[in-house]
T-cell receptor, first 114, second 113 residues
Framework: DTEVTQTPKHLVMGMTNKKSLKCEQH?????MYWYKQKAKKPPELMFV???????INESVPSRFSPECPNSSLLNLHLHALQPEDSALYLC?????????????FGQGTRLTVV | QQQVKQSPQSLIVQKGGISIINCAYE??????FPWYQQFPGKGPALLIA?????SEKKEGRFTISFNKSAKQFSLHIMDSQPGDSATYFC????????????FGQGTTLQVKP
């Protein structure tokens, strides 16, 4: 099973709302990632968690707040977003961050900020 | 420079033909080169991957060719089918034990029946 599950699939939120994106994997992977993908563009890395600790923040604005409650779950808390933050948000996981670690992506959450 | 350059941007192939997508990189600090296939509205799915100590890897109709000296790698899709119509991304992973993938800009493949 190489499944990474993301909820919700679609989300519309206002600029003053607070919402959260959720990601779950049961592959025993110890690294989890958030990517942002705009239309017709490649995924762009936002955050990396390794062994439940934040290891990379790609200079993401503080209105995006990641959280890794345990090794199977990854959340992305959203607050005061801008319309330009509308995108497909992808979660991925891998066994680790070193060699021999293939990354598997979820289906994404399509976020629209109005 | 942490870039991966991918070409062509779009590709139209007849059913049964060979689709070829090319990628090039400059930074030698990459240790793993996966290809992802993405259908509209879906997440990228890992298709096939190669490490730089291997020159070719084949899985079914999909083959990666890797030229370490030229810093180039390519995806060949043999006997292309309409169901292969999707966007393909090459990627490269940094050796810094960060898990960070650098993606190419993507190739939209259309296979005509």
């Amino acid at each position: 099973d190489t499944e990474v599950t993301q909820t919700p699939k679609h989300l519309v939120m206002g600029m003053t709302n607070k919402k959260s994106l959720k990601c779950e994997q049961h592959m025993g992977h110890r690294a989890m990632y958030w990517y942002k993908q705009k239309a017709k563009k490649p995924p762009e890395l936002m955050f990396v968690y390794s062994y439940e600790k934040l290891s990379i923040n790609e200079s993401v604005p503080s209105r995006f707040s990641p959280e890794c409650p345990n090794s199977s779950l990854l959340n992305l808390h959203l607050h005061a977003l801008q319309p330009e933050d509308s995108a497909l948000y992808l979660c991925a996981s891998s066994q680790g961050v070193g060699a021999n670690t293939e990354a598997f992506f979820g289906q994404g959450t399509r976020l629209t900020v109005v | 420079q942490q870039q991966v350059k991918q070409s062509p941007q779009s590709l139209i192939v007849q059913k049964g033909g060979i689709s070829i997508i090319n990628c090039a990189y400059e930074n030698t600090a990459f240790d793993y080169f996966p290809w992802y296939q993405q259908f509209p509205g879906k997440g990228p799915a890992l298709l096939i991957a190669i490490r730089p100590d291997v020159s070719e890897k084949k899985e079914g109709r999909f083959t990666i060719s890797f030229n370490k000296s030229a810093k180039q790698f390519s995806l060949h899709i043999m006997d292309s089918q309409p169901g292969d119509s999707a966007t393909y991304f090459c990627a490269a992973r940094l050796t810094s034990n960060t898990g960070k993938l650098i993606f190419g800009q993507g190739t939209t493949l259309q296979v005509k029946p």
